[in-house]
């Protein structure tokens, strides 16, 4: 499929944040639909070949921080409805794949606009809200902005692939036909992002592809709102098919199936890998080789040098450990910082710490909210118990856990004296933050001991104000971060800004939010047309004087 040449998206814009201060006309408008979502308890069925579909095996959805609150209810499947899941969307690949590009662009284009109309922003914040425990500006900047963001520079990245063309000399048209992959795209979102739910299936999507898209458990309150902007927005019937099935369930009829075609996956790094070993031990019964794409874990620095500043080096912990309780991939979890600035940092996050408050979503005073669930709130608690025990290491914040109302974990800062500390190495995807205090004299080889403790490489960010030392940083942790941050937090990536992904345990790097991601989506054939073929075999040099 190419771009017609005279029709281009403009440029488009990042979704304005709104601040949701009191008084404001979205602040009374989402406390409102908050309100009405908590009275009512929903019932969420799958949506396949463009019908909500039952199953009777209803599943409860309760609120992370009052676990007692039954949100509502979803209908979850079996291999039955994967199966029904694949066969609409094979059926609706043809029609799909072959209408034009303007076409598919409008659906995902009327999507981002409908989703920042009052209806749509206020139903999807409060569903993430509630559903996942996350705050209000979290949310704001998350459900509703880069969820936009993503639709529509998507779409201005989509033309600017398919205006890619070779050049063609005298008497020769050469051109490159962007085709969508051959078979379906089977989209694994996870719970801590609503705007990357919507992105992985939308993604494939919008390029002519049709996706069987399993979201978490966790997240299917604002996935469902999500497939309903899609459907209101003009979405086919069969593109987007969403199943409500545990892992295995799914994993065991997709990675089974001839048609497959890739995955597009976010989540751990553990399945991540497990998946990677199950199509290749299944390479021999696809049609083509699947693309895979994965955005896994991080174990995520912040590397402080000598010439930093305090008070910004203090805020961007606070923020990048501790924002939506760590549950971020990007989160920062583990920090080097020299001996010098130690105790000023210490003391202004401590001083900070001692102002969070921590409750529900629904009062917007609270920063801290509830982890996802109670699994994780017994793997976090598990681990802070381990580092209560061992003497390496000390918690000088936080470590309380209570699960009597929701799954609440406090902001946690670790001491350790081994820069090799399980706490400075493996991922544990909440509010626990582990310091390692350096020499000042030993910046140099406490940079080699940061790029070469942890097994992931996502993202990281250096402190300094010696422009040598940011170099020196720059290229010794060269393979440890995908997303490289200088003087800022490692979390908060943007939409057109700082496409987004990591290698090494992290993924595949594929860079969501950037013309990278979608060419993964594309299978391109060149065409060569002869406007006047040759009529004889020979060619000059054969001539005899």
Known sequence: MKSSGFFHVPLPKNEPVLNYAPGTPERIKLKKAIGELLKQQVEIP???????????????????????????????????????AIDAALAARKKWASMPWED???????????????????????????????????????????LADFLRFNV???????????????????????????????????????????????????????????????????????MELFR??????????????????????????SDFAGIHYTGSTEVFQGIWKTIGDNI????????????????DFVFVHPSAHPNQVSTALIRGAFEYQGQKCSAASRAYIPESLWPKIRDLMLEDLATFKMGGPEDFSNFINAVIDE??????????????????AT??????????????????????????????????????????VYPDNKYEETLEICDKTSMYGLTGSIFATDREAINQASQK????????????KPTGAVVGQQPFGGSRGSGTNDKAGSVLNLLRWLTPRAIKENFVPPTSYKYPFMEEK
């Not at 409860?60 to 949100?71: G, N, V, Y």
């Not at 606009?113 to 979290?138: H, R």
């Not at 927005?233 to 997709?254: E, M, R, T, Y």
């Open 46 to 84: 799958m949506f396949i070949n463009g019908k909500d579909v039952k199953t009777g095996r209803l599943r409860e959805i309760r609120a992370p921080h009052d676990h007692s609150h039954i949100l509502g209810y979803y209908h979850e499947g079996d291999q039955e409805f994967v199966k029904m």
């Open 395 to 436: 918690i000088i914040a936080g470590g309380n856990c209570d699960k009597t109302v929701g799954y609440f974990i406090e902001p946690t800062i670790v001491l350790t004296s081994d820069p090799r500390y399980f706490a400075m190495q493996e991922e544990f995807f909440g509010p626990i933050l582990t310091v390692y």
């Open 284 to 299: 021999f019964r696809y049609k083509n080789y699947p693309r895979i794409v994965g955005e896994t874990g991080g174990k």
């Open 156 to 226: 201005k990245y989509m033309t600017e692939i398919y205006d890619f063309q070779p050049i063609s000399p005298s008497g020769i048209w050469n051109r490159l036909d962007w085709r969508p992959l051959e078979g379906f795209i089977f989209a694994v979102t996870p719970f801590n992002f609503t705007s990357i739910a919507g992105n992985l299936p939308s993604a494939p999507a919008m390029l002519g592809n049709v996706v069987v898209w399993k979201p978490s458990k966790s997240q299917i309150l604002s996935a469902r709102v999500i």
């Open 232 to 257: 209101d927005a003009g979405l086919p019937a069969g593109v987007i098919n969403q199943v409500f099935v545990p892992g295995p369930v799914a994993s065991d009829i997709v990675f089974f199936h």
């Open 477 to 488: 942790l060269m393979y440890a971060a995908g997303n490289f941050y200088i003087n800022d």
């Open 375 to 392: 699994t994780a709130f017994n793997r976090l608690s598990a681990v802070i118990e381990r580092i209560r025990k061992e003497k390496t």
């Open 104 to 146: 598919r662009a409008s659906v995902f284009l009327k999507a981002a606009d409908l989703l920042c109309e009052p209806e749509y922003w206020t139903k999807i914040n409060a569903a993430t809200m509630l559903g996942q425990s996350k705050n209000v500006f979290q949310s704001e900047i998350d459900a509703v902005c880069e």
